[in-house]
């Protein structure tokens, strides 16, 4: 049977899988397994940040040996064209907050930028399409699902001269504060991943009201995602 890595950073972000994979309490405290269509997955919160989400991949693959890692959770939007609640699916990730970041290519892990596994994008573009179809379906509103570069870094983005910065910089799609330490695990153990965030904010001014209002709703509809990915 096929083992499944899911990290969430936050109790919003993990909450559908719980419930909808019917997710007991392992050994270890903040993992969960879950079974879903001949999966058994690996269900983790980590607690926000780089070192946190670090630890978390490193236990699923240490203790309970997932073939493979996927985060799913929300994000500041960077990416001019995106709405609240649209996805990116992580084409590359790097972070924003490690300077100079040209040190991580001269030295292990010989990168500075972690390549998400396209088998593992493919899939999340195909769930997003069957997501919209059954939006449309129920008369509700669709969305948009992009692939691009995600940064992470330690900090709550809320500037929009900071945003810009990483548009610029790194042609970032969106920031949050994980991804890449999750990618960077995943790397170093030779382990395929991906990330799945759902925009709840524009990482600007308005970016802690808009995250209040929006995590929840966001996190889920990643979740969905991932749970659509599971199902094929
Ligand atoms: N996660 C969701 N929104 C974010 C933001 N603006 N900055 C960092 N992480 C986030």
Redesign the pocket.
């Known amino acids: 049977m096929k083992k499944i890595g899911l990290i969430g950073a936050m109790d919003s972000e993990i909450a559908a899988f719980c419930r909808d994979f019917d997710a007991e309490k392992t050994h270890i405290p903040g993992i969960f397994l879950g079974k879903y269509n001949g999966y058994e997955i690996y269900i983790c919160v980590s607690g926000i940040g780089k070192v946190n989400a670090a630890i978390a991949a490193q236990r699923l693959v240490d203790i309970f040996a997932v073939d493979c890692i996927i985060n799913s959770g929300?994000?500041?939007g960077i990416y001019e064209k995106l709405q609240k609640l649209d996805i990116v699916i992580s084409k590359r990730l790097t972070y924003h907050d490690f300077d100079p970041l040209d040190i991580l290519d001269r030295n292990p892990p010989y990168t500075m930028y972690f390549d998400a596994d396209t088998e593992l994008s493919d899939k999340a573009t195909k769930a997003c399409d069957a997501l919209n179809t059954k939006l449309c379906a129920e008369g509700k509103d669709s969305f948009c699902a992009y692939c691009g570069t995600v940064v992470s870094g330690d900090?709550?983005?809320?500037s929009a001269a900071k945003a810009k910065e990483l548009r610029d910089k790194f042609d970032a799609y969106c920031?949050?504060?994980e991804g890449a330490a999750i990618a960077h695990t995943a790397y170093v153990n030779k382990i395929p991943f991906l990330i799945i965030r759902a925009i709840?904010?524009f990482?600007d001014e308005d970016?802690e009201n808009s995250?209040d209002s929006f995590e929840n709703v966001a996190a889920d509809r990643a979740a969905f995602i991932v749970k659509e990915m599971l199902s094929v």
């Open positions: 929300v994000a500041g900090c709550f983005v809320s920031t949050e504060m709840s904010d990482a970016a995250f």
